[in-house]
């Protein structure tokens, strides 16, 4: 009897208790008959050996069987961790009471889960193998190792006895039954698979690698399942086909979409082979097919520079390309522009002409001018370079941005620069601006000045801004100018003479020619240049010592270049007329000059002069009343005419901006006092010759006709011509009124009353 008494629950010491723990928990899952401490008191802890003796089992000493033949499980589960441990330790030491247990738990909730407590056929061993199936299965009820520790991996076999599942292949199988709806469901949608990009994907978002994947797979970041050795390894290609019912992409053709998402060229083109390139095409052309429209990042990644070119071009976006076929080679050569490589050219990149043009390659020889021209910088040989403009003034290309816009000047054969056609002329027929312009009838023929004048503006011939800038050369050089070309210069400004022009010029030039009288023309400061309209005076300042002072004209005078038009140009851009510049001085007659006071008679003051002046105040342009007639005349009846042998003269003094003061006398012949009523006069020697007459008769004229009208200057000069005139007909009565008819003048009664009276001897 004694030996069925089992002693504990005692609270001794701790090597005591120890010894006793294994009674505890085998007490929460057995009715072995312990000793009643509570009944014999602490004391009966103090007779162990005696206890022993009678044949009490003081301690557990892994007597497992006794716990089986004693096994009762408590009403209450679950059971504890130790408990649970204690279970499959006596079903792995006793296996012959084994189903004893199996029979007791095998439907009672009473194992830990990490989907809370379940019965052992509900539950699950987990296994490492297993890891896929956590990822793809939620709330699969895994028995918590943090709960029971890892002693319970060592009991595999007594809870599969139990009913846990520890096995994979029987895990799957429950699980297909267990949850298909679930399994169909995440087997398409949920990201299980792992992928070389370094993530889990869906089926629909991964791609099997195979052999068709090679070409593009350089240019692209795909989603292809992970088959390295770390891994699925090579042995996931053997369920291509249950992959493929997932939803996995096989065949490039059906996964065209995600090479539109995934392109990503090399950083270093080179790497980019022509294989590569007619892969991305076919899946271009197969995405045209289905009419799948190409997202933002397809277009952002396929402008990078990415497709070689020839002739130096190197690597280009598509829209700096161009495809060479037949077309092109009508008028250019492979290597004139950025056409694609040579080895691309071969017959599968031309097939894929359609693709190419979607991406911007330039297919079409009249879509391609522009790209051609801004290429064209790359060469430096004029047959080159001569042949890609004749294409481009073939098609009638035009320059439509400012990087376009240069030509080439050749230097020899393979040298020259590039200009700006601003730079340029097409034409210089007088060979003037060669160190000012570039002139492009040097180097290229009809057709082409034509193309440059269209399509860069060229500008046929030098215009006035170009003659201005020139001129300022000239000016600065100090050297003197050509006849020929001082008249190109004033034939440009008179040809397009405008008020532009002439606020151009005055704003511009600050010498103007003078006529040297040698072959060369000087270049003066523009303030001592003048217009010579009064030839006394020029006669006079050519004769001093300051030279040449009035400003060129072409002599002989040129069709285009009238003289007359070309003063009046001189004349609005400032320059002076010598008359309006010197200040006039006459002379004081010198003492000891001898006079001889003549009759006015004597030098044709008389009534047929005064008659000629009244028929002139007659004319009704001036509209003069007959008293104030009368009054202009009666100056000349009380006139004192004083004559002598001396030369009579006055000074014309000439400021120049160098401070100089240029000083010349002229004969003046004749001298009016009308403060004194006195006019001096050098006597008129008629045997000196007609030049000499006439000079008189000038003179003459023109002091009494200033005399007459000192009110009226506007008329002075017509008067002084009828003046003249009649002096050199020596005042003749009958030669004066028919001189008088033939200019339409007449006098009335009462003025030939006025002169009956004021001449009473004549």
Same mark, same amino acid.
């Given at each position: 009897?004694?030996?069925?008494?089992?002693?504990?629950?005692?609270?001794?010491?701790?090597?005591?208790?120890?010894?006793?723990?294994?009674?505890?928990?085998?007490?929460?899952?057995?009715?072995?008959?312990?000793?009643?401490?509570?009944?014999?008191?602490?004391?009966?802890?103090?007779?162990?050996?005696?206890?022993?003796?009678?044949?009490?089992?003081?301690?557990?000493?892994?007597?497992?069987?006794?716990?089986?033949?004693?096994?009762?499980?408590?009403?209450?589960?679950?059971?504890?961790?130790?408990?649970?441990?204690?279970?499959?330790?006596?079903?792995?030491?006793?296996?012959?009471?084994?189903?004893?247990?199996?029979?007791?738990?095998?439907?009672?909730?009473?194992?830990?889960?990490?989907?809370?407590?379940?019965?052992?056929?509900?539950?699950?061993?987990?296994?490492?193998?297993?890891?896929?199936?956590?990822?793809?299965?939620?709330?699969?009820?895994?028995?918590?190792?943090?709960?029971?520790?890892?002693?319970?991996?060592?009991?595999?076999?007594?809870?599969?006895?139990?009913?846990?599942?520890?096995?994979?292949?029987?895990?799957?199988?429950?699980?297909?039954?267990?949850?298909?709806?679930?399994?169909?469901?995440?087997?398409?949608?949920?990201?299980?698979?792992?992928?070389?990009?370094?993530?889990? #994907? !869906? @089926?629909?978002? &991964?791609? %099997? +690698?195979?052999? /068709? $994947?090679?070409?593009?797979?350089?240019? *692209?970041?795909? =989603?292809?399942?992970?088959?390295?050795?770390?891994?699925?390894?090579?042995?996931?290609?053997?369920?291509?086909?249950?992959?493929?019912?997932?939803?996995?992409?096989?065949?490039?053709?059906?996964?065209?979409?995600?090479?539109?998402?995934?392109?990503?060229?090399?950083?270093?083109?080179?790497?980019?082979?022509?294989?590569?390139?007619?892969?991305?095409?076919?899946?271009?052309?197969?995405?045209?097919?289905?009419?799948?429209?190409?997202?933002?990042?397809?277009?952002?990644?396929?402008?990078?520079?990415?497709?070689?070119?020839?002739?130096?071009?190197?690597? #280009? !976006? @598509?829209?700096? &390309?161009? %495809? +060479?076929?037949? /077309? $092109?080679?009508?008028?250019?050569?492979? *290597?004139?522009? =950025?056409?694609?490589?040579?080895?691309?050219?071969?017959?599968?990149?031309?097939?894929?002409?359609?693709?190419?043009?979607?991406?911007?390659?330039?297919?079409?020889?009249?879509?391609?001018?522009?790209?051609?021209?801004?290429?064209?910088?790359?060469?430096?040989?004029?047959?080159?370079?001569?042949?890609?403009?004749?294409?481009?003034?073939?098609?009638?290309?035009?320059?439509?941005?400012?990087?376009?816009?240069?030509?080439?000047?050749?230097?020899?054969?393979?040298?020259?620069?590039?200009?700006?056609?601003?730079?340029?002329?097409?034409?210089?027929?007088?060979?003037?601006?060669?160190?000012?312009?570039?002139?492009?009838?040097?180097?290229?023929?009809?057709?082409?000045?034509?193309?440059?004048?269209?399509?860069?503006?060229?500008?046929?011939?030098?215009?006035?801004?170009?003659?201005?800038?020139?001129?300022?050369?000239?000016?600065?050089?100090?050297?003197?100018?050509?006849?020929?070309?001082?008249?190109?210069?004033?034939?440009?400004?008179?040809?397009?003479?405008?008020?532009?022009?002439?606020?151009?010029?005055?704003?511009?030039?600050?010498?103007?020619?003078?006529?040297?009288?040698?072959?060369?023309?000087?270049?003066?400061?523009?303030?001592?240049?003048?217009?010579?309209?009064?030839?006394?005076?020029?006669?006079?300042?050519?004769?001093?010592?300051?030279?040449?002072?009035?400003?060129?004209?072409?002599?002989?005078?040129?069709?285009?270049?009238?003289?007359?038009?070309?003063?009046?140009?001189?004349?609005?851009?400032?320059?002076?007329?010598?008359?309006?510049?010197?200040?006039?001085?006459?002379?004081?007659?010198?003492?000891?000059?001898?006079?001889?006071?003549?009759?006015?008679?004597?030098?044709?003051?008389?009534?047929?002069?005064?008659?000629?002046?009244?028929?002139?105040?007659?004319?009704?342009?001036?509209?003069?009343?007959?008293?104030?007639?009368?009054?202009?005349?009666?100056?000349?009846?009380?006139?004192?005419?004083?004559?002598?042998?001396?030369?009579?003269?006055?000074?014309?003094?000439?400021?120049?901006?160098?401070?100089?003061?240029?000083?010349?006398?002229?004969?003046?012949?004749?001298?009016?006092?009308?403060?004194?009523?006195?006019?001096?006069?050098?006597?008129?020697?008629?045997?000196?010759?007609?030049?000499?007459?006439?000079?008189?008769?000038?003179?003459?004229?023109?002091?009494?006709?200033?005399?007459?009208?000192?009110?009226?200057?506007?008329?002075?000069?017509?008067?002084?011509?009828?003046?003249?005139?009649?002096?050199?007909?020596?005042?003749?009565?009958?030669?004066?009124?028919?001189?008088?008819?033939?200019?339409?003048?007449?006098?009335?009664?009462?003025?030939?009353?006025?002169?009956?009276?004021?001449?009473?001897?004549?």
């Amino acid at each position: 009897m004694a030996k069925d008494i089992t002693f504990t629950r005692l609270h001794v010491s701790s090597g005591i208790h120890f010894i006793l723990s294994g009674w505890e928990v085998a007490s929460q899952i057995s009715s072995i008959p312990f000793i009643d401490q509570d009944h014999y008191g602490g004391e009966i802890l103090n007779f162990k050996t005696e206890l022993q003796l009678l044949g009490v089992v003081v301690g557990f000493n892994d007597n497992y069987q006794l716990v089986a033949d004693h096994l009762k499980m408590p009403p209450s589960c679950p059971l504890t961790s130790d408990a649970t441990l204690l279970v499959l330790a006596c079903m792995h030491y006793c296996p012959k009471s084994a189903n004893k247990f199996v029979k007791a738990l095998q439907h009672l909730k009473c194992l830990k889960t990490d989907s809370g407590f379940k019965s052992p056929v509900e539950s699950f061993l987990f296994d490492p193998e297993w890891g896929c199936l956590l990822q793809v299965f939620s709330d699969i009820p895994i028995l918590d190792q943090n709960f029971y520790g890892s002693t319970i991996l060592c009991y595999k076999a007594e809870l599969k006895k139990l009913g846990v599942l520890v096995d994979f292949e029987e895990a799957l199988k429950n699980f297909s039954h267990r949850f298909p709806s679930d399994l169909s469901e995440f087997i398409s949608e949920g990201k299980w698979l792992w992928t070389r990009l370094g993530s889990h #994907r !869906s @089926p629909s978002e &991964c791609i %099997l +690698f195979g052999p /068709e $994947w090679e070409s593009i797979a350089p240019i *692209t970041v795909l =989603p292809f399942i992970d088959d390295g050795d770390t891994h699925y390894g090579r042995a996931i290609h053997e369920y291509e086909e249950e992959l493929k019912r997932m939803g996995v992409v096989i065949k490039l053709e059906d996964g065209v979409n995600f090479v539109a998402n995934s392109l990503c060229f090399p950083s270093n083109p080179s790497r980019i082979t022509r294989v590569n390139v007619l892969s991305l095409l076919e899946c271009i052309r197969i995405l045209q097919k289905k009419g799948c429209s190409f997202p933002e990042s397809f277009w952002k990644k396929i402008s990078q520079k990415w497709l070689k070119t020839n002739a130096g071009a190197g690597y #280009r !976006s @598509p829209d700096q &390309c161009c %495809l +060479f076929d037949a /077309e $092109w080679k009508r008028y250019l050569k492979l *290597t004139d522009g =950025p056409s694609l490589m040579k080895p691309f050219m071969v017959l599968e990149i031309n097939s894929y002409r359609k693709e190419l043009n979607s991406i911007g390659v330039i297919v079409d020889v009249g879509k391609g001018c522009s790209l051609i021209a801004s290429h064209i910088d790359l060469h430096s040989d004029l047959v080159t370079i001569t042949r890609i403009y004749n294409f481009l003034a073939e098609i009638k290309w035009e320059a439509d941005a400012e990087a376009d816009r240069r030509i080439w000047i050749p230097d020899g054969i393979e040298n020259g620069q590039w200009v700006n056609p601003t730079e340029c002329v097409l034409h210089d027929k007088d060979g003037l601006f060669s160190s000012q312009l570039y002139v492009l009838d040097k180097h290229y023929d009809q057709k082409l000045l034509e193309f440059f004048a269209s399509a860069f503006g060229v500008k046929s011939i030098p215009t006035v801004d170009d003659f201005c800038k020139l001129w300022k050369v000239w000016e600065s050089s100090g050297l003197q100018l050509s006849n020929g070309e001082c008249c190109a210069f004033w034939v440009c400004v008179m040809r397009h003479w405008s008020l532009k022009t002439e606020e151009l010029l005055a704003d511009c030039l600050v010498k103007l020619p003078v006529d040297s009288g040698s072959e060369g023309i000087l270049l003066f400061d523009r303030r001592d240049v003048f217009i010579a309209d009064d030839l006394q005076l020029k006669d006079a300042f050519e004769q001093s010592s300051c030279g040449s002072i009035f400003v060129w004209y072409p002599r002989p005078s040129l069709p285009a270049l009238p003289r007359t038009k070309l003063l009046e140009i001189f004349s609005k851009i400032g320059v002076r007329t010598i008359s309006e510049s010197v200040e006039k001085q006459e002379l004081p007659l010198e003492e000891g000059v001898e006079f001889k006071q003549v009759k006015p008679r004597d030098i044709y003051i008389d009534k047929v002069l005064a008659k000629l002046i009244l028929g002139f105040l007659c004319n009704s342009a001036l509209n003069m009343e007959a008293a104030k007639r009368y009054e202009a005349v009666k100056c000349l009846q009380n006139l004192s005419v004083q004559e002598t042998e001396e030369p009579i003269e006055e000074r014309y003094s000439l400021s120049l901006t160098s401070g100089e003061i240029v000083n010349v006398r002229i004969s003046q012949m004749i001298r009016w006092d009308r403060e004194n009523a006195i006019l001096f006069t050098q006597r008129l020697d008629k045997s000196n010759g007609h030049k000499n007459l006439l000079e008189y008769a000038t003179h003459f004229s023109e002091v009494i006709s200033k005399g007459v009208l000192w009110e009226m200057e506007d008329h002075i000069n017509a008067l002084a011509e009828l003046i003249r005139l009649a002096f050199l007909l020596e005042f003749n009565e009958e030669a004066v009124g028919f001189l008088m008819k033939s200019k339409n003048l007449q006098i009335f009664m009462e003025d030939e009353e006025f002169l009956s009276a004021a001449f009473p001897y004549e």
